[in-house]
């Protein structure tokens, strides 16, 4: 702090705003209960946020992220929505965004430094529920056959078709409600472990349910 009778030279600093431009580059990631949403920015400003809130369909929509000090607005395409509010950023580990217009809604992403989207493509097996060992593949087409015990439907399935995405660490995947059709969508956090036993990689999914509980399951 100045003096309280002078200031010298070196006390009259000039405020020199941080560029966080190439900070936010990458890939952001969300999921909780409610919502989940994985955000990718790149370098001209521009995003694209895929995600799935509680009960919905998954959706993908693109805008422009600009920040001035710690002041950032969210411009939507198509529909000229945005969204302002304050960051509060850590490079390399997280970024909030607190909106003004709601109510100071608090959402908080982790970054994401790699994107898993061709590692899951394969055979997995899980022998984690009731027993019952389960099989999923996943296809490069974002089409998924699953076969066993389903603890999200509470019923066997076999041979059931799908569709999936995977951004950055979070997969999107979807129920089957008829052939070709899907209604509701659930999310996960990967996690991805190289020869995480002699016998191959290990994929954890972990889940974040609507009650707030979590659960985990592990695919060889």
Known sequence: MCGMNSCSEDCDHVFIEHDYSQDLVGTWTFLNGDLAEAMVIKADGSFTTTGVARGGS?????????????????????????????????????LSLVMFDDNDVRLTYDYCENDLSDEIVGMWVCNDAKDNMRIQSFEENGNTVFSGWSEHLGEFSVLDNANYK??????????????????????AKLIYTPNGTAHGDIMTFKHFLFDGAESAESWL
């Open 58 to 94: 998954l959706y993908e929509e693109k805008g422009t992220i600009k920040v001035e000090n710690n002041k950032v607005t969210l411009a939507f395409d198509g529909d000229k929505e945005t969204f302002e509010g304050r960051l509060e950023f850590v490079a390399g580990k997280s």
């Open 166 to 187: 995977v951004v950055g660490d979070l997969i999107f995947q979807g129920f089957p409600n008829g052939e070709n059709s899907f209604s509701k969508y659930i999310a």
